[in-house]
Structures are given as structure tokens and as C-alpha cells.
């Protein structure tokens, strides 16, 4: 049997592995010089002004949180088609979450969506609203950071999905966390995401006083005063351990090298399964692109008619996984999980209810060959038959 295929993994090559080698018999483990590398050139990749590593997207998230002053008293607003890290980090830092519905089709965050969810807000101050590039399509930035600026709150990209998404919107080219809409933008490096640092994480800012801060805050809160004697450091307020080690910076320096080859081998196998996919239209549908959108796929997301289909998605998952096939669910809607349905009640989000009731993830991952694309459309159409 051909081997199973995931819905998402890691690609490491033996130059991956040279190099974290390399690191290991260098003088750092942890903070060294690979930190402020990797983190320039990912600045660079991104063309955001400042990059600040961290041990995980989570991490970043928080951290975020953290650098905006975000606490008690005020509300964040997160779409809840999103993983559960994206809500989680307002509730760190003693905040309220309010959800947000999404576009159906897109699983998006929209300016309407959002609109709605202010009103819902009650007058609370709203500190941060996080958009989610879910998969690596782009949300409506300009007009989220319209509803932003107006209701006075912070716009933190979660872009754990987006390393390498390009959007253009008014005919001018910007990529996902280049600084241009967002205050903040958050990336996680979990293996499946676009690359890997086993965990890890970072944030993009333009704004070179929140970067100063989330350094100190990803240090215990310590900073080193300008001028002071060698072994003097202070702590202003307090921070975590949130630091990534030198020698996973290592990993994500030799990774970014290759991230051009990654999203372009994403986007030929998603053009693949556009095509593999076509005859099994209208049962099996693609997520919708927004017309901004050149996205650097992290995720394959098909819609699926499970009525029309005769099944539901658990036999459909299994079906698939007897063929070899792996698939996964992006996401359950957040406001639903026990924790913040006890907490603010049940709130009627259709959007977000419509995306979870038809989404599936197939595999997609740079190593993939492109006869696994046609044999994961095959497995699909054979499950959808029986
Ligand atoms: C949208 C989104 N936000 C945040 C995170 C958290 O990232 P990490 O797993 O690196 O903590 C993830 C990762 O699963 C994610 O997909």
C-alpha cells in the first residue's frame, strides 16, 4: 500500500540537519547569534521593519498582548473559525474575548462581520481585534483596519497561516505581516505549518518601541540599561520565558532559505487538486479566494456537501484514512468550546457554524508528489461513492 499521507508535515532536507548539527557543536544553545539572524532575514521576507523570535506561535500571541497593554476592563475581538492560541491570548492577559462570525465560504473575518461584532461589544473598550489569515488567504485588512482605527483598538495579524501570502489591495503588493495594515502580526513555526522550527514562533511590527518591549517581555521583562555596567540588567515589568533557542533558530534560518520553493511547490500542488477536484463538483467545492488573495497555501480546505454526499464527515474521514489519506478539521468554532461557551453563553454565529459544518483539510505539503494529489482525489471521489 502506497504510504499514508497526513494532511500536513515538515520538510527537512540533509542541509536542515547540517545545520542544526553546526549549531549544536557552536558555543550557544540558546541566545546566540542565530537569533537576531534568523530574525532579520525573516524582517526581510516579510518587509516588516522588526522581527522578535519567540518559542511559539502562542507564545507570540501572548507576548502580543503583553507589548499592547491589553488587560482587564477591555474586549478583543477574534474570528471564531481560528485555533483555539488566537482567543486564548486575550483571556492571558485578563481580557474578554467577543467572536467574531466569518464569510461562510471563506472561513474570513469580514469588515461586516467585524462591524457586527463591535456592536456586540457593548461600549467595552476594545483593545485588539485579530484577524485570522486562515490557510493563508488574507482577510480584508484596509477595511479591518478602517473598524480598527475607529473604534481606537490595536490590529494584530494572527498569521500563523500566512508566511509568504501576498494580497494587493488598490493596486499595491504587500505580504502578510509586512506592518502595512497590522500593528503587530503573529507567525507560529509548528511542523505544519509553511516551515518549521520544531516549536516556535514569531512577530512583525513596524513600530520599533513595541519590538523593543516584546524583546524585554520575551525575557522575564529584563532589559539591559544603555551604558550601565556589564552585569547589570533590570526588570521594569514583569515577562516570561518565551525565548527560541539558537540552535531552532538555526532550523528556521535554513528553512527560510527555501521558503520560495515551499510556497511554490504548495501552490502547483493546490492548482492539481483544482483540477483533480473538478469532477467532483458541486459535492466537493473549494474554499472561496478573496480576490486580493495570493495566498501561500499552509492548508488544501475543500467544502463538502455532506448532505448531498449520503454521509457525514466521520465516515468520510474514515473512508479517506482506509484509502491512506489523512484529514483534519479547520477549526471547530471557538465560541463552542466549553470554556468560552460557559463563560459568555451560546452566541448564534451562522457563519462560522456553516464553514465547520463543510470544511475539510486534505493533505498538502511541499514533499508531496503530484500523483498523491491525484490519488487523494481519487480516494475522496470512491469514499463520496461509497
Ligand atoms: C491560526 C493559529 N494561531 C495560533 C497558533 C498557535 O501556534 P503554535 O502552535 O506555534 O503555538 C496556530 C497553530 O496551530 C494557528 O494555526
Redesign the pocket.
Known amino acids: 500500500m502506497s504510504p499514508f499521507l497526513p494532511y500536513g508535515r515538515q520538510t527537512i532536507d540533509d542541509d536542515d540537519v547540517a545545520a542544526v548539527a553546526e549549531a549544536l557543536r557552536g558555543d550557544f544553545l540558546t541566545t546566540g547569534p542565530r537569533v537576531e539572524a534568523f530574525e532579520h532575514a525573516f524582517a526581510e521576507t516579510v518587509g516588516a521593519a522588526h522581527a522578535v523570535a519567540c518559542s511559539?506561535?502562542?507564545a507570540a500571541?501572548h507576548l502580543a498582548m503583553l507589548a499592547l497593554g491589553v488587560g482587564e476592563g477591555e474586549v478583543c475581538i477574534v474570528p471564531s473559525i481560528?485555533?483555539l492560541?488566537?482567543a486564548n491570548c486575550a483571556r492571558y492577559v485578563g481580557a474578554e474575548v467577543v467572536f467574531a462570525d466569518v464569510d461562510p465560504l471563506s472561513g474570513l473575518m469580514t469588515a461586516q462581520t467585524l462591524a457586527d461584532a463591535i456592536a456586540r461589544c457593548g461600549g467595552r473598550r476594545i483593545a485588539a481585534i485579530l484577524p485570522?489569515h486562515l490557510r493563508g488567504d488574507v482577510a480584508e485588512l484596509p477595511a479591518l483596519r478602517q473598524l480598527a482605527d475607529e473604534a481606537g483598538a490595536a490590529l494584530v495579524e494572527?498569521a500563523?497561516?500566512a508566511l509568504g501570502s501576498r494580497m494587493t489591495f488598490d493596486n499595491q503588493p504587500a505580504s502578510a505581516g509586512d506592518g502595512r495594515w497590522g500593528d503587530l502580526a503573529t507567525f507560529?513555526?509548528?511542523p505544519v505549518k509553511t516551515l518549521t522550527t520544531a516549536?516556535g514562533?514569531m512577530i512583525t511590527t513596524g513600530d520599533a518601541r513595541l519590538a523593543e518591549r516584546l524583546r524585554g517581555l520575551r525575557s522575564h521583562g529584563m532589559i539591559r540599561p544603555p551604558g550601565a555596567d556589564p552585569w547589570i540588567y533590570e526588570m521594569p515589568e514583569i515577562g516570561f520565558n518565551y525565548r527560541l533557542p539558537d540552535v531552532l533558530c538555526a532550523l528556521g534560518l535554513s528553512q527560510l532559505a527555501k521558503l520560495p520553493r515551499f510556497v511554490e511547490r504548495r501552490r502547483a500542488l493546490a492548482r492539481r487538486y483544482e483540477i483533480a477536484l473538478a469532477p467532483l463538483a458541486p459535492v466537493v467545492g473549494l474554499a472561496e479566494r478573496p480576490p486580493w488573495s495570493d495566498p501561500a497555501l499552509h492548508l488544501m480546505a475543500v467544502l463538502i456537501d455532506f448532505e448531498a454526499a449520503g454521509c457525514d464527515r466521520a465516515q468520510l474521514m474514515a473512508a479517506l484514512k482506509a484509502r491512506g489519506v489523512g484529514s483534519q478539521v479547520h477549526y471547530i468554532p471557538v465560541h463552542h468550546q466549553p470554556y468560552y461557551a460557559a463563560r459568555y453563553g451560546e452566541t448564534d454565529l451562522p457563519g462560522a457554524d456553516a464553514w465547520y459544518a463543510h470544511c475539510l483539510s486534505l493533505p498538502l505539503y511541499p514533499t508531496m508528489a503530484d500523483a498523491d494529489v491525484d490519488r487523494v482525489a481519487g480516494a475522496l471521489g470512491e469514499a463520496l461513492r461509497t
Open positions: 511559539s506561535g502562542t500571541l481560528t485555533f492560541a488566537t485570522v494572527d500563523c497561516h507560529s513555526f509548528h516549536e514562533g
